[in-house]
């Protein structure tokens, strides 16, 4: 693989079962390209290598006065620098190749587990862990694989040169041949110690990235609630933490760099001591001391790569146990589905909890619990997330007044996941690469016309029920690029803008436009330019584009005021009328233009109704759409309960009661 032909066609089934077998893995996947490595990494290191012999050569040369062997040593010389320049060359090529195409690997592997873990990926794992695995640790697993092919040239060079230098001059090639291996063996103690402060440094570092991430993310509430201070302490605190760790690091590696030089030097002592020895006994001549010295010399440079190696496999290891980890995450269900990719049609039925959203109607779910909320969502989607408690005792069961609507098989349509919170399971213990394990629950899944859909292709899933968690995120690209999203054409990019009610998100656009087009006008990442109200409006507009059969939003105003709440209602309910809408919230405007709202209490369905009705009629929904307290509901039940027969006394029609319902929401 060249970096021309980039990107694979096929990244592969990563063996993620720990750091070291996905190195293991990597490696085996590029053995072509650290053969070539290898085979430039002996042609550089033997040349360089054996330029000892032709210096050697022709001082030995000089030494006897022969003209004739001196051009030989000239031209074996001249020879050699070729070859070096050569092998070097391509082996930084074929090295930097290797390093690109492993980390391109590597990256393109966590693209496809992203894809299809979706917004799950940063429920399992930290923001600032995914952020760190695909850049910093990206680097160093490629430095790893890169270095492996270079470390294996140079090892093999200090085996030819001892074999040769034995053969060479027997007297001191033993010698080498015996200094090389404690040499290169010196350093093994130093390592664990090494490597375990490589780790620490590893692991504050990541928490400083996640803190960062967070704090970044936040801002803008940091500087609402006035904790920037508080955060930026802690930064500081984290980032002094890993300055130590690092300092720490690099003591001990410049210990080990100083084992490298020192005894190298003290071989190199022994070495000319002895052959002076010899060469006044006249065992040797002088050009073999040269040749000698000179080899001891140069074996110093591949001596380096066992220091390199041993640094980049301390570095790339936790870097590839986290890689490791993101990559083992898995689905509970196949991506590929168990039935055709054909978009069932009926009411979206979930037999957790019981809840049923009729085909064509807007229905309303009113959660005390968010968290609740946010796994019901996940749920609706066709994919519940591992782990998921909202389960209650009666599930598939649901409420008496929920019955009367029957098993939730009828007939509607629906899915797409705009939070692809799609659900995993994994933590990299599997059996294999590649393999998926097993669920920790297997609760039933969300029904579709009777259909499961997690039974169904993940893209015809996330085709038919489209869900909106509450902190979507927005894209950088312009507004026209935002809005370029599957769809099924029906609803036009302007018509669901004012729907959401962002004539002044236009405006402010407009201002920021070269041509005053909001549709040219770029947004940042994730809108870091925009209000909180403005970003939710924009999300409600880009799923409002896709215009699903069915569409689930968690939470879609809670970041706007009243006003532009209720007509954000009023534009939900005309553009979406005669498509299945399910909106979890407890904003009474949007509950009181729902067509059914559903309570759920303790993980199941508790009553079923018109807003103005269980505002009156059940407590539970009212404490949680009026923040009502015990003591409000006990002050406040004498006035309930005049309302309530009123209702019979003559002259007390819908008007007034629907009068007095206001005033007392006011209230």
Known sequence: MQIHDLPYPDPGLPDARSGPRFLLWLGRNQLGGQFKSLCWGLLHFLSVASLPYGVGFAVQAVVEGSGSRLALAGGLILLLGAALALGDTMLHRTAVTNWITAAARVQQLLARRTATLGAALTRRVAAGEVVAVSTGDVEKIGWFVEALSRFAAAALTVVVVCVGLVI?????????????????LAVLPLLPRATRRADQQREKAGRATELASDTVAGLRVLRGIGGEELFLDRYRRASQEVRSAA??????????????????????????????????????????LVTVYSA??????????FEEIAMAYSFSRPSAQRAARVLSLERVTEPGGLR???APAGDLYDPVTGLLAPAGRLTAVVCGDPDLAGRLADRLGGHPTEGDTGTGSGAGTGS???????????????????????SESGSGSGSGPGKPTTPVTALPSVLLGGVPLDELPLDAA????????????????TLAELLDVPSS??????EALAAAQC??????????????????????????????????????????????????????????????????????????????????????????????????????VAAVGEHRELVLTEPRYRAVVTRETDEEAASAAPSRDAGTSLRAEPGIGDAGIEELTEIEETA
Not at 462 to 477: E, F, I, N, T, Y
């Open 503 to 604: 004539a002044d998100v236009l405006d402010a656009l407009s201002q920021a436009s070269l041509d005053d087009d909001p549709m040219n006008a770029r947004i940042t990442e994730r809108g870091r330019s925009l209000s909180g109200g403005q970003r939710q409006r924009l999300a409600l507009a880009r799923s409002l584009v896709t215009d699903p059969e069915a569409l689930v939003l968690d939470e879609p105003t809670s970041a706007v005021d009243s006003h532009t709440e209720a007509r954000i209602a009023e534009g939900l309910r005309a553009l979406r009328s005669g498509r299945t809408t399910v909106v979890l919230t407890s904003s009474p405007l949007l509950l009181d233009r729902a067509d059914r709202v559903v309570l759920v209490h303790e993980g199941t």
């Open 340 to 342: 055709a990719a054909e």
């Open 400 to 422: 008496g007044s929920d019955s009367r609507s029957g098993t939730g098989a009828g007939s509607g349509s629906g899915t797409g996941s705009d939070s692809e919170s799609d």
């Open 489 to 494: 054409g029906s609803v036009r990019p302007e």
């Open 168 to 184: 060479y001059q027997p007297a001191l090639g033993i010698v080498v041949a015996v200094g090389m291996p404690v040499l290169a």
């Open 296 to 305: 001891v010399m140069i074996l110093n440079y591949p001596l380096r790569h």
């Open 462 to 477: 996330r085709a038919a029920v489209l869900v909106q968690d509450k902190d979507p995120v927005l894209l950088s690209g």
């Open 247 to 288: 300092v720490r690091s690099a003591r001990m590696w410049s210990l080990i760099s100083a084992v490298q030089v020192l005894l190298p030097g003290l071989l190199l002592i022994a070495v000319v001591w002895y052959g002076i020895e010899l060469a006044r006994q006249g065992r040797i001549t002088v050009g073999e």
